[in-house]
């Protein structure tokens, strides 16, 4: 399996390494980390179709798009993933970015939802998929009242989401647990490096 293994020669195809974990575990704040202190990993920027948060910035965080060019994109094959989050937006992976970098051998990052990643699953099955894992549930709980960003109605929609996400973690290849972002973001950063064979593992370096 020649190109599924990380490389240091130019040229040679990457491994892709999928983040994901359940809503807010911190998973766009590690892969955040990862951008600002690692720049030579290529982070892929999601698609979506919901309205940007306070602070979020137009093709850095995601491309926010209508629901008329998202259906577009679906149509003519051009997404690697995408699905319907908490029942309403929907988000997506271009795949064309994310085939060039890796056949350019640039390490490459994909920090996704969990339907997404059993897509990618599927299209790219040599890639190698970690799951983020919060410390506690009391502690995603904390994170996710904490942040602000959504009413009582649609915390509990995503805390129900969560619930059912945790229990996808055997699914993935390696679990890292986010006690600590900047310990998280380093063991993140070792694996898409230098990912290892896909036998399930789990990171206890940041607890």
Not at 31 to 42: G, K, L, M, N, T
Request: contains cysteine; hydrophobic residues 40%.
């Amino acid at each position: 399996m020649a190109d599924a293994t990380t490389s240091t020669t130019a040229g040679r195809r990457r491994r892709l390494v999928v983040l994901a974990g359940p809503t807010a575990v911190g998973k766009g704040t590690v892969a955040a980390c990862v951008r600002d202190e690692h720049p030579e990993i290529w982070i892929s920027v999601s698609v979506t179709t919901r309205s940007p948060r306070p602070g979020e910035v137009d093709g850095v965080h995601y491309h926010f798009v209508s629901p008329e060019e998202f259906d577009r994109l679906v149509a003519e094959g051009q997404m690697l993933e995408w699905a319907v989050v908490h029942g309403s937006n929907r988000y997506g992976t271009p795949r064309g970015p994310v085939d060039e970098r890796l056949a350019a051998g640039i390490p490459a990052l994909l920090e996704i939802d969990l339907q997404g990643a059993r897509q990618v699953r599927e299209a790219m099955p040599e890639a190698l998929f970690v799951f983020l894992k919060p410390p506690s549930w009391d502690e995603l709980v904390s994170r996710l009242v904490g942040r602000g960003t959504e009413d009582e109605a649609e915390r509990e929609r995503r805390l129900e989401t969560a619930r059912v996400e945790l229990a996808a973690e055997d699914e993935f290849d390696v679990t890292i647990v986010n006690a600590d972002v900047g310990h998280a973001c380093a063991e993140l950063v070792a694996l898409i490096e230098n990912p290892p064979d896909s036998v399930r593992a789990s990171s206890t370096t940041s607890l």
